[in-house]
């Protein structure tokens, strides 16, 4: 049911229809749903979420007439509309994500009244609840249902897809605990077992592994991880937003081990992957917090520095010089120090990296 694919596939499951066409629907009915989701499918393959969102919600309200309220194609159709809010970011429909967990909530009840209560069916909507409610114990509880289902299946490419769904759900919320961080670590050996290098679930996991010992500061098994990642992704003609942020996650480990050259190496390949605006100020891979001076502290004093320097082909800071400031030059001394270990991507023209001016205000606040 739940299986590993290819990275060049589509990472976003479409719930499959179990009827093509009805036939007591009109033709022109049959007609304009069959458009409205083959336009749907089309906006997911070409990255348009905004316009996923448009035509889920047009499936969704053509389904219940297609196929019937309590029928599982309309809630297949609901799990992908509640998919689709959660994941559009355009301003206007910011306030209805809400609306996502009533969908997937009607969903996972149709579900419930087509299958017993144990049935490994009911994991992908209970799965789908979790993802898009913004109530950390509603999906808390989904994915505790969907992780006691998948763990009675005997199915361990079902409950390895569950234990990292729920690791990415839950990981950053009050109910983080070892039992989701081992979860994690069993789906991560299985997919190494069980998938090709390539496969969406075998780097993803990867990734998620990588970043967890990262966050625990185990480098040198995070290491290892974000560089198979990135050779995983290197067969794309695109940047995947795993390999980007694993370049970067590197040069973070690296500069804290104090591995300039090797950090260097990634800082350059995100410049290759971005683009370097020249109007705005460009955010450092790796930052140096900057010392509040132990005076201006004790004496609640606040200030600001603007420094102005230039990014070397490496991605190094050289030259850095205040050129407004507020509070004094000691925090003028700080900011300069802070600045001079950054790193950054450097600017490529030409496929080649150059050498590039920028600017930084940095803030030094107590907080009151």
Not at 25 to 34: D, G, K, N, T, W
Not at 91 to 97: G, H, L, M, Q
Not at 324 to 334: Q, T, V
Request: charged share 25%; with cysteine; glycine share 6%.
């Amino acid at each position: 049911m739940i299986k590993g694919i290819n990275i060049m596939q589509s990472t976003w499951k479409i719930l499959p229809l179990l009827v093509v066409l009805n036939s007591f629907l009109p033709v022109a009915m049959a007609r304009e749903f069959s458009q409205v989701y083959d336009s749907y499918r089309h906006a997911l393959e070409i990255g348009n979420l905004s316009d996923a969102r448009k035509f889920a919600e047009e499936a969704y309200q053509l389904g219940e007439a297609k196929f019937g309220k309590d029928s599982l194609n309309y809630a297949n159709l609901g799990l992908n509309f509640a998919k689709a809010l959660r994941d559009d970011s355009s301003k206007k429909y910011v306030e209805r994500k809400t609306q996502a967990t009533e969908v997937a909530k009607n969903s996972l009840a149709i579900y419930r009244t087509h299958f017993e209560g144990t049935a490994t069916e009911l994991i992908e909507p209970l799965m789908v609840v979790g993802d898009v409610t913004q109530d950390n114990r509603l999906a808390r509880e989904s994915y505790k249902s969907a992780l006691e289902i998948a763990e009675d299946s005997g199915k361990p490419d079902i409950l390895a897809v569950t234990q990292m769904g729920a690791f990415k759900r839950l990981s950053h919320t009050e109910f983080y605990d070892r039992s989701l961080f081992s979860g994690l670590e069993d789906a991560h050996e299985y997919f190494i077992n069980s998938l090709p290098p390539n496969a969406v679930d075998r780097l993803e996991a990867t990734y998620l592994l990588a970043r967890a010992y990262h966050g625990q500061k185990k480098y040198s098994k995070a290491e290892p991880l974000y560089l198979e990642v990135i050779k995983g992704y290197d067969v794309l003609d695109f940047t995947h937003p795993y390999s980007l942020s694993s370049h970067s996650r590197l040069v973070e480990l690296y500069e804290h081990e104090g591995e300039r050259d090797k950090a260097t190496k990634h800082c350059i390949a995100i410049g290759s992957m971005t683009p370097w605006d020249d109007n705005q100020e460009q955010t450092p891979l790796f930052r140096k917090p900057a010392k509040y001076p132990i005076n201006l502290a004790k004496r609640g004093k606040d200030g600001w520095v603007e420094v102005h320097f230039t990014v070397d082909e490496m991605g190094m800071v050289r030259d850095p010089k205040v050129t407004r400031s507020s509070g004094g030059r000691a925090f003028e001394a700080a900011a300069v120090e802070a600045v001079s270990a950054w790193r950054f991507a450097p600017k490529f023209e030409d496929g080649k990296p150059v050498k590039a001016k920028t600017a930084v205000k940095m803030a030094f606040e107590i907080a009151k």
